[in-house]
Structures are given as structure tokens and as C-alpha cells.
């Protein structure tokens, strides 16, 4: 099986500035995903689509590759990650480049480490699922989630007020990690599975108390 590995890393991040490079715990954070993809030996290419050059280097200093720059339309703040994937492919067919896989690795996702790309992907595999995502259970039910309204407290979902914890189904929510696919359907395809993950490998990095908590959680995870 041909499978390439996409990391999308676009170089107007605003919250964070310059966040798919900044430092983290030593190297640039977008370093542990290519370190990761190129690790599991699964990948006939690597390869990070970006827009911007300094980017593009730290990229090819770590091993991936930039076979072109992104396009200004899928550079902005509304372009979806499927709108990457799908320039990407387009790229590769038109280089008559055809992978049977794509993993799609985000930038700053310095948890994902080679055995869970391997472990997902033969997931996938055996139950033919269209793609596959890493995903996460609620550790309190959002069932029961409350609403503030002018200080007052209520349920959102009334009917759960009095059903117990572990009468309730288990929800999960996006790891936000990876997205392994079948090349052809991408991420357009309705036959998605989940591979459940520890609540200890999901952190997301939006805001600078995020990108604090996240290192601590990695020097915890691998006794730093």
C-alpha cells in the first residue's frame, strides 16, 4: 500500500503567532509530527502544505517535503482542512502520483508518536472504514451539561436530570491529532470510524495557557 502523510501547516495563525513553528520543549512543535510520520515507515512521501517559506525550510530541515506553496485561497481563515487535502491530491494527480492512503498529521499534535499513526491505520484497515480519526470520551457526561443564564443554572437536556452517570451512553469528541483516509474519497467519505484514545494524548493549543499546559503534559507523558 502507497500511503503519503499531509501536514497542514499555514503560516497566518493568529492566536498564537507563528504557531506551527514556536518552540516547543527544544524544536519546533511541527518537528514531532514529521518525526512521528517519518518513524513509522508507512509513508511514501511526507510532505506539509504551507504557504509560508519559513515553514516550508523548518519543514525540509526535519525531513518532509514542499513539493509547492499553498494557494492563497486555501491559506485564509475559511479554508477547511478538506480544502487542503483536496489541493494536495490534486497536486499528486496531476504529477501522476497516486497513493492508496492519506494521513493527515496536524502541526501542532506533538502527542501523536509512530505506534498510534500504525495502530489507527491497521484499524482502519480491517473494518474498512472510508477514514478514521483518534477521538476521546467525555469525562463528564454532556448529557448533563448545565446552562448560565443570568446566574441561574439549569439543565440543557432536563430528561438526563435524574439518570445516573453510568446509565448514559459514552459520548467522544475529536482528539484532534490525525485523520488517516482512503486517497480517492478523502475526507468527503460518510464511512468514518473512531480509534479511542487516553484523555492524556488530546490537548488543544489555541491560546498560550493551552500551549503551557500541553508541555507539561508532554514531560509528564515521557518523563521529562
Not at 118 to 140: A, G, H
Amino acid at each position: 500500500m502507497k500511503n503519503i502523510c499531509i501536514i497542514p501547516a499555514r503560516g497566518g495563525s493568529k492566536r498564537i503567532p507563528r504557531k506551527n513553528i514556536k518552540d516547543f520543549l527544544g524544536k519546533p512543535i511541527i518537528a514531532y509530527s514529521i518525526e512521528a510520520a517519518l518513524n513509522s515507515g508507512l509513508f511514501s512521501e511526507v510532505m506539509v502544505s504551507t504557504d509560508d517559506q519559513e515553514i516550508a525550510e523548518i519543514a525540509i530541515k526535519y525531513g518532509a517535503k514542499v513539493p509547492f506553496m499553498r494557494s492563497l485561497t486555501n491559506a485564509d481563515d475559511y479554508a477547511t482542512l478538506s480544502d487542503v487535502i483536496e489541493e494536495v491530491k490534486e497536486y499528486y494527480i496531476e504529477h501522476k502520483f497516486i497513493f492508496d492512503n492519506i494521513c493527515c498529521i496536524l502541526a501542532t499534535a506533538p502527542f501523536v508518536n509512530s505506534h498510534l499513526i500504525d495502530q489507527t491505520y491497521l484499524f482502519m484497515k480491517r473494518n474498512s472504514f472510508d477514514s478514521i480519526r483518534p477521538v476521546v470520551q467525555f469525562s463528564s457526561p454532556p448529557q448533563r451539561g448545565l446552562e448560565l443564564k443570568n446566574g441561574a443554572l439549569n439543565f440543557v437536556n432536563p430528561e438526563y436530570a435524574k439518570t445516573r452517570t453510568q446509565e448514559l451512553e459514552p459520548i467522544y469528541y475529536d482528539a484532534g491529532l490525525f485523520y488517516w483516509m482512503n486517497f480517492e474519497v478523502g475526507l468527503k467519505g460518510t464511512n468514518k470510524g473512531g480509534f479511542v484514545v487516553s484523555e492524556r494524548l488530546a490537548q488543544d493549543i489555541d491560546t498560550e495557557d493551552d500551549w503551557e499546559m500541553a508541555e507539561l503534559k508532554f514531560k509528564l507523558i515521557n518523563n521529562a
